[in-house]
Each structure stands twice: as structure tokens, then as C-alpha cells.
């Protein structure tokens, strides 16, 4: 039987994601690390930060009954092997006619369709497209872009409020923002 499952809204994501302990964004950085290669991103936090943007614009949804921890770092697995998988990123596939022998006619590796590279690729313009427009649309809401970009960086709450000089409330009311701006773009 399949098993139904009660899925977060992006303000009880990032809520968990805030909560994270220092110790936990370490962790988080360092699992990253394994993922990056083979894909576009440089740097953990990059990585990070798209597996966030997807769940604050619903493309991915968090289990509530998954440790948030547990479900960004499967979500980063998933989008770096999504990465990988795009024509542009494969290595260089020549293989001489005595290796080609050896395989099976269903183990040679295959190239994505033209579709299928099509779509990530749109995908992966999308996602960054997005983030630029929430960013433009927020240029008028300097609080809401600090905590645009505190939240891009993997900074908590905490820390961005000492950092910045914000209150709880200042930054709650400016993240509320910011989630409602993904939300509203993604739908356009």
C-alpha cells in the first residue's frame, strides 16, 4: 500500500532549514562535497542553495515525516545526479572497437534524448532565472534582499540577525516576503 505522506508548505521548509544547528550546516556542507562534481555548480553552498530555492518554489516538496536534514541532502543528491546526466557535463565517451565488444548491446551508456537535455537545461535556466527575478523584484525591499541573500549563503536566522541588526520579527516579516515572491514568480 502506498504510503501518503503530509508534505511541509515552503515557510515550515525554511523554518527547518533555519533551525538547522551549525554542526548540521557543517555536515550538510561536507556531504555536498561528494555531489559537486560533474555538475555546474562550483561550491557546496551553491548546491545548497538550489535544492532550497526548489522546495521554497515548490518544484520539490518536503515529507514532514522526513528529517529536513535527510530530505535536503537526498534532494542534493537527486539534482546533481539530474546534473550529471546533461550531455554537456559526460565525459568524453571514445572507446576503442575491442572495449565496445565487451559490453552487452544494453550496457553501452547512452546520451539523454534531445528532449530530455532539452527540459534540464530549461529546467536549470528556469531555477536561476527565478531567483534573479525575486532578486529584482525585491530591489526596493532591502531587508527582504538581505535575507534573500542570508538565505542563499546557508546563514541562519540567528546569525543573520546579529550579523545585520535585525529583530526575530524584522526578520520573519522579510522572509514571509521573500517566500510569497518565489511563490508568486513560480506560478508565472
Given at each position: 500500500?502506498?504510503?501518503?505522506?503530509?508534505?511541509?508548505t515552503?515557510?515550515e521548509?525554511l523554518?527547518?532549514f533555519?533551525?538547522?544547528s551549525?554542526?548540521?550546516?557543517l555536515?550538510?556542507?561536507?556531504?555536498?562535497m561528494k555531489?559537486?562534481r560533474?555538475t555546474?555548480?562550483?561550491e557546496?553552498?551553491?548546491l545548497i542553495?538550489?535544492?532550497l530555492?526548489?522546495?521554497?518554489?515548490?518544484?520539490?516538496?518536503w515529507?514532514?515525516?522526513?528529517?529536513?536534514g535527510?530530505?535536503l541532502c537526498?534532494a542534493?543528491?537527486?539534482?546533481?545526479?539530474?546534473?550529471?546526466?546533461?550531455?554537456?557535463?559526460?565525459?568524453?565517451m571514445r572507446?576503442?572497437m575491442e572495449?565496445a565488444?565487451?559490453f552487452h548491446?544494453?550496457?553501452?551508456?547512452?546520451?539523454?534524448?534531445?528532449?530530455e537535455?532539452?527540459?534540464?537545461?530549461?529546467?536549470?535556466?528556469n531555477?536561476t532565472k527565478?531567483?534573479?527575478?525575486?532578486?529584482?523584484?525585491?530591489?526596493?525591499?532591502?531587508i527582504?534582499l538581505?535575507v534573500?541573500?542570508s538565505i542563499?549563503?546557508g546563514q541562519?536566522q540567528?546569525?543573520?540577525?546579529?550579523?545585520y541588526?535585525?529583530?526575530?520579527?524584522?526578520?520573519?516579516a522579510?522572509?514571509?516576503?521573500?517566500i510569497?515572491k518565489?511563490q508568486k514568480?513560480?506560478?508565472?
Open positions: 500500500m502506498k504510503q501518503h505522506y503530509t508534505h511541509a515552503p515557510e521548509a523554518d527547518a533555519d533551525n538547522l551549525p554542526s548540521e550546516h555536515a550538510m556542507r561536507k556531504h555536498t555531489y559537486l560533474g555546474r555548480f562550483t557546496p553552498l551553491d542553495n538550489e535544492a530555492c526548489r522546495t521554497l518554489d515548490g518544484r520539490r516538496k515529507p514532514k515525516e522526513v528529517a529536513f535527510l530530505y537526498l542534493i543528491k537527486s539534482i546533481s545526479n539530474s546534473e550529471r546526466n546533461l550531455i554537456e557535463n559526460l565525459p568524453s572507446i576503442s572495449q565488444e565487451q548491446p544494453d550496457e553501452l551508456p547512452t546520451a539523454p534524448s534531445a528532449q537535455e532539452m527540459e534540464a537545461m530549461e529546467h536549470m535556466i531555477s527565478l531567483t534573479e527575478s525575486v532578486r529584482a523584484e525585491m530591489a526596493d525591499d532591502q527582504g538581505i534573500l541573500e542563499n549563503v541562519t540567528t546569525s543573520a540577525c546579529e550579523a541588526g535585525l529583530s526575530e520579527n524584522t526578520y520573519q522579510a522572509r514571509k516576503r521573500v510569497r518565489y514568480l513560480a506560478k508565472n
